[in-house]
Each structure stands twice: as structure tokens, then as C-alpha cells.
């Protein structure tokens, strides 16, 4: 019998991206089944009871919570195009990148608001230089190499997420002249199978930030 496979998520979020990834990466099926985040379901606060938080992966009946774990779980489980490195050494440096991008990267991109405040920027560029120099030593096409691998999808909120942010802010530091290895990654992550299909439409995320800045009416 199929394994069941339900994906608790909601459109928007990029750490729910996270989990589609893996899952497409591994040419897994599944139910998707969108959270309302201000009137959180049974299901979730069942199965996320700790953070509550999305997104959640039901597989046959066992819960698993925090994006980078399930994307580690799913690699753990289901063979054939991995995400993680198999060296040791190596699988314990994507796992350190991986960190780094969740604990320091990118609260420090996010806390860029849409003041321009030029100290706030020049700390993101530090943190995205960082990323920066690693494919540049790299020479690969992405973190993980030829294929899309656990750095990758870590960072899809910087390859994503961010232009999308930095327009409604009316900012612009993540630029192909500053970056140029990390704009032309993010432009292979974004159009590349896997990915395309998880992220959220356009319209709708800027529709969001513009909100999210104060500047729902465009201005
Ligand atoms: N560290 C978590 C973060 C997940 C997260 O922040 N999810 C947001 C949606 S983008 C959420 O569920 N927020 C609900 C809340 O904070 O109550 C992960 O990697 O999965």
C-alpha cells in the first residue's frame, strides 16, 4: 500500500516550501492541506502541539514538525536523489549552512524594513556575502552541487521571497551586481522543476508584504 502523506502548510509560508521541495525532490505524493494561521485547526495544534506551527508532515499517521527536520526525514526515508551529502564531513557542513541561514541570515535580511536603514543593510549584505563566497569556492550551479540539495531549499526564502520583499519595501541591496553567483542561483532555484511549482504566485506575496509594509494601496 502507498504510504499516506499529508502536508499541513500554507501558501505563502517558505518554510512550507521547504517541505513541497523534498517531497517533489523525491517524486513523493501528497495531500496539501492549507492552514488558516489565525484560526489554527484541531489537527495542527494536535499535531504540532509544541510550536504550532506549520508546516507539519503527516506520514502514514506520524507528525514531523520544523521544515529543515522534515526535509531531512524525507531524505532519510526515500532513497534515490538525496539532499543531503552522503561524506560525513560534508553532510555536517550543508547542516551547519543550513543553520546559519535559518538563525543568522535571514532574521538579519528580514529585519531590513522599509526605512532603508543603512546599518540593517550593510549586516545583510555581510550575511549574504557569506553565501556569496561559498559558491564562488563552490563553482557549482547550486549549494548542493549539480542538484538542488538541503542548503538550497534552506535558503529558498533568499532566492524567492526576498526580491518579492525588497519591492514592496521599495529597497533594493540583493542586486546581480553585488551578488552575482547568489542572484543567478536563486534564478536556477526558482526555475528549476522542483521548486517552481511550490512557490506562491507573485501577485499574492507582494500583495502581502505590500500590506505587511503599510503600502496596500501601492503608495
Ligand atoms: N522553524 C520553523 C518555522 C515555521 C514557521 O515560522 N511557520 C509559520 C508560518 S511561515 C507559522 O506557522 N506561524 C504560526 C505562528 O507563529 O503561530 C520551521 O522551520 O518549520
Not at 506520514?59 to 522534515?70: A, F, T
Not at 524594513?113 to 557549482?140: P, R, W
Not at 534552506?154 to 551586481?177: P, Q
Request: aromatic fraction near 10%; charged fraction near 25%.
Amino acid at each position: 500500500m502507498a504510504d499516506a502523506m499529508k502536508l499541513y502548510g500554507t501558501v505563502l509560508s517558505a518554510y512550507v516550501s521547504r517541505a513541497k521541495i523534498a517531497l517533489n525532490i523525491k517524486g513523493i505524493k501528497y495531500e496539501n492541506l492549507e492552514e488558516d494561521l489565525s484560526n489554527k485547526s484541531a489537527d495542527l495544534l494536535k499535531y504540532n502541539p509544541v510550536f504550532k506551527k506549520v508546516p507539519v508532515l503527516l506520514h502514514n499517521g506520524k507528525p514531523i514538525s520544523e521544515s529543515l527536520v522534515i526535509v531531512e526525514y524525507i531524505d532519510d526515508v526515500w532513497k534515490g536523489v538525496p539532499i543531503l551529502p552522503q561524506d560525513p564531513y560534508e553532510r555536517a557542513i550543508a547542516r551547519f549552512l543550513a543553520k546559519f541561514i535559518d538563525e543568522k541570515c535571514i532574521p538579519v535580511i528580514k529585519a531590513v524594513g522599509s526605512n532603508g536603514d543603512e546599518k540593517a543593510i550593510a549586516e545583510a549584505c555581510e550575511q549574504l556575502q557569506i553565501l556569496e563566497n561559498q559558491l564562488k569556492v563552490k563553482g557549482t550551479k547550486f549549494f548542493g552541487g549539480d542538484n538542488i540539495g538541503l542548503v538550497d531549499i534552506a535558503a529558498d526564502f533568499i532566492a524567492y521571497w526576498h526580491a518579492i520583499r525588497e519591492e514592496a519595501a521599495g529597497i533594493k541591496f540583493f542586486t546581480e551586481d553585488k551578488f552575482p553567483k547568489l542572484t543567478k542561483w536563486a534564478d536556477d532555484f526558482v526555475n528549476s522543476e522542483a521548486v517552481k511549482n511550490t512557490l506562491p504566485p507573485r501577485e499574492q506575496m507582494l500583495a502581502f508584504y505590500l500590506k505587511f509594509f503599510g503600502k496596500a494601496n501601492g503608495m
